[in-house]
């Protein structure tokens, strides 16, 4: 028995010891960013701007890989079932790790199955119309639904996506009832919007910034604690009538459950060292985004944010019945 017994400390103490210099020499090779929606899209140039000074802190290629399908589901899977070796990496957002959990039959958690590296950039929704709707401000549009409970249309990027369910929260606390017409992406959704096709959306703000200053479209809140600061002009959904409802369209980076937390910690840095220069953050004010904090960029940051989305949003997606689409 003794002897049995120091053969397994022996065993045990080697490989800890492969472990912790596994961590020392990470990373030997190039890393993969798994993102799951098509090149072009929001989520993918997170992860390029994001993975390209990632790859000067770490002296290693970081190489983002598209796995799109079953609203990033794919994607989260392909990354949920990797080896946690620090190598296969998941670029998510809200829709992947929150709204998708709660509606796609997924064979592991948006959560636990993932080990939280640090918050990545944030982008606000609003609601908007058409420009031709009678409804000239939200108090209108409230009043304008309510007169017409159900016949009021309103485009989203897909069923349990982040501006289906801004649509959702928005409907529950206004009394209203508008009738959801899903898109495949946010620019047909806006197209349909333009031509006339649907009333209303709750879209991302950058992507229809442009048309809103063209006087194409008619904007009636930022779904938002604060106002955006690309419109500084437009009020909070809050201040245009209807308090509390808010989501951000948030993104942040994860690995495999498991991961070595030395691992963790140089992932953690090498993000920070991105955030830190002044071009990175620049680039994303471009696009509309916000870089979180110094403060909220960690795995403990992103772990609790991420678990009050949960909190907050699956009650209201199951309440809503909200089905995947066929």
């Known amino acids: 028995m003794k002897r049995i017994l120091i053969s397994i400390i022996a065993l045990a103490t080697a490989l800890g010891s492969a472990i912790s210099a596994q961590a020392q020499s990470y990373p030997s090779r190039p890393i993969t960013l798994v993102v799951g929606f098509p090149p072009g899209g929001p ?52 829709t992947t790790q929150v709204g998708a959990g709660a509606i796609y039959p997924i064979k592991y958690h948006v959560m636990d199955s993932f080990e939280p590296i640090s918050l990545l950039t944030a982008s606000y929704l609003w609601l908007i119309g058409r420009k031709d709707l009678p409804a000239n401000n939200l108090k209108e549009l409230v009043a304008y639904a309510k007169a017409n409970p159900g016949k009021v249309t309103s485009a989203s990027v897909g069923a349990g996506s982040a501006g289906h369910m801004c649509l959702v929260d928005f409907q529950n606390k206004s009394g209203t009832l508008f009738q959801h017409v899903p898109y495949r992406g946010g620019a047909p959704a806006t197209q349909a919007l333009l031509g006339g096709q649907v009333d209303t959306a709750c879209l991302e703000a950058s992507q229809t910034l442009p048309q809103y200053r063209a006087g194409n479209l008619k904007i009636y809140g930022v779904a938002s604690k604060n106002r955006w600061f690309g419109a500084p002009e437009v009020p909070t959904v809050a201040e245009a009538g209807v308090p509390d409802v808010e989501l951000t369209f948030w993104h942040g980076l994860w690995g495999p459950k498991g991961l070595p937390k030395d691992v963790v910690a140089k992932l953690n840095a090498a993000v920070k060292t991105a955030f830190a220069d002044p071009a990175v953050k620049e680039r994303f004010a471009s696009l509309g985004h916000v870089v979180p904090p110094v403060d909220q960029q960690n795995p403990e940051a992103l772990a609790r944010h991420h678990k009050a989305e949960l909190d907050k949003w699956w009650p209201i997606i199951k309440a809503a019945g909200i089905k995947t689409q066929q």
């Open 43 to 94: 989520t993918d140039i997170v992860a390029r701007v994001v993975g390209e000074k990632m790859r000067v802190a770490l002296g290693q290629p970081v190489i983002v890989e598209n796995v799109s399908g079953a609203a990033g589901t794919v994607g989260g899977a392909r990354v949920a079932g990797a080896a946690p070796d620090g190598y296969t990496l998941n670029v998510g957002q809200w």
